[in-house]
């Protein structure tokens, strides 16, 4: 892989797309997933006009309350293939031809958008932002042998779900397992998770219990509807629980309502609480409460300090995008895309999936590796503190944990 300082390759991958709105959005382990179509053709240098097209389809949250997110995702993705090939958008004489559908964050749109693309010869699908959307989008390419790369998509449901499901962001575990280093010893103590009552909140709650209730924490849970507006019951909930230790897992536009909610009602300055680092607009929606609380963080600019995220920070700036959140999980598909059509086949997804298990590479975050038993993506992890409030609050690393500090146990590949 070598870097790119191409600024021609967006001529070359052509987009039909909105730019959303950029959401108020803050989330302990974030999901994501939007709508609306466009379509992307390429041509490169180095394919000639007799190059094989290789079809991608990108199956992501361009619309709806969780685009910003996948606005993220895209950038990254552009800066990642201009990265990754080169900026030739093509790899072996093979044109990367990329076709956009916005989902909406609605699984049925996702399957319907994905069946057309699968109609249509795509061998390949990512960029899924979603955790309800991903868990039917993987049975889809299992049972049409289709290469299937979610991005942001957390829920640990993915982890070994078949043979052609993998994913370039994090999952829950990898996030609880992050929280675990900021809560010091769990043993005996009192959790709660405050979450919304989804597949993303499900998926959180089962990975609390299973990290931290394993290390000898007792778990429970307070679950608010993703559509409430007066989160305060919620947070008075947790307060009469008086847990040692509150994990706040929270995605979407309720964000501020909740940290005012958890403010107000003493949560933050009566126990401890830790949530995930959102994306940059989320930094001031945690007004007083921001210094008070501990982050685990799936990424954040200038975290790593590689040269990898470098390349990616400077290509996305470069484009007119600004790095966030979601960055890395783009720019990581776009190079998973570019090492499986070179070291698989352009036509084959079983032989591009084969070619993806057990690759080590350096990503934007640092040194990952795509198991090979079931797919997870080991990867480092950061943590981090706020500092500043409103428009002057930004995130300060506490610590990197390298991927091995914070590796996901090993599940069974489903056939």
């Keep these: 892989m070598r870097r790119s300082t191409s600024s021609t390759?967006?001529?070359?991958?052509?987009?039909?797309?909105?730019?959303?709105?950029?959401?108020?959005?803050?989330?302990?382990?974030?999901?994501?997933?939007?709508?609306?179509?466009?379509?992307?053709?390429?041509?490169?240098?180095?394919?000639?006009?007799?190059?094989t097209a290789v079809e991608v389809g990108l199956v992501y949250s361009r619309s709806g309350p969780l685009a910003a997110y996948g606005k993220q995702y895209l950038d990254g993705f552009t800066a990642g293939l201009a990265y990754a090939t080169h900026g030739t958008g093509a790899v072996d004489g093979h044109r990367i031809v990329v076709t956009e559908q916005d989902d909406a964050g609605d699984p049925a749109k996702a399957v319907a958008a994905a069946k057309t693309l699968i109609g249509k010869g795509t061998h390949i699908i990512a960029g899924t932002t979603d955790s309800g959307v991903s868990l039917q989008l993987a049975p889809l390419a299992a049972q049409n042998k289709v290469l299937y790369i979610a991005g942001p998509a957390a829920t640990d449901a993915l982890t070994g779900v078949n043979a052609y499901?993998?994913?370039?962001?994090r999952q829950s575990y990898q996030d609880i397992l992050t929280a675990g280093t900021l809560l010091g010893d769990s043993k005996g103590k009192k959790v709660t998770v405050l979450t919304q009552n989804s597949a993303f909140g499900q998926a959180n709650v089962a990975a609390v219990k299973q990290v931290l209730g394993g290390q000898g924490a007792t778990v429970d849970s307070v679950l608010a509807p993703p559509s409430a507006g007066d989160l305060t019951p919620f947070a008075q909930q947790v307060k009469s629980k008086k847990p040692d230790l509150v994990f706040v897992a929270w995605a979407g536009a309720s964000a501020p309502a909740l940290w005012t909610a958890l403010d107000q009602q003493g949560v933050v300055t009566s126990t401890k609480v830790v949530t995930g680092l959102a994306g940059i607009a989320s930094y001031p929606l945690f007004g007083a409460a921001g210094s008070k609380v501990s982050f685990l963080a799936h990424y954040f600019p200038g975290?790593?300090?590689?040269?990898?995220?470098?390349?990616?920070?400077?290509?996305?700036?470069?484009?007119?995008?600004?790095?966030?959140?979601?960055?890395?999980?783009?720019?990581?598909?776009?190079?998973?895309?570019?090492?499986?059509?070179?070291?698989?086949?352009?036509?084959?997804?079983?032989?591009?999936?084969?070619?993806?298990?057990?690759?080590?590479f350096q990503g934007p975050k640092g040194a990952e590796q795509v198991r090979a038993a079931d797919h997870a993506l080991l990867q480092p992890m950061f943590t981090a503190k706020l500092t500043g409030t409103g428009a002057a609050a930004k995130p300060e690393l506490i610590s990197r944990l390298p991927m091995d500090a914070v590796t996901p146990p090993a599940q069974h590949m489903a056939g």
């Design 165 to 169: 499901t993998f994913r370039s962001g």
């Design 303 to 360: 975290a790593a300090h590689t040269a990898v995220e470098t390349a990616m920070l400077d290509g996305i700036t470069k484009a007119g995008g600004t790095p966030d959140l979601f960055s890395p999980d783009g720019f990581t598909a776009a190079q998973m895309i570019v090492h499986a059509v070179q070291s698989g086949s352009a036509d084959d997804a079983t032989a591009m999936a084969k070619s993806l298990e057990g690759w080590s």
């Design 9 to 51: 390759h967006r001529s070359r991958i052509l987009r039909t797309r909105s730019v959303p709105a950029l959401a108020a959005l803050t989330a302990g382990v974030l999901l994501a997933g939007c709508s609306a179509a466009g379509t992307a053709g390429g041509s490169s240098d180095s394919g000639g006009k007799g190059a």
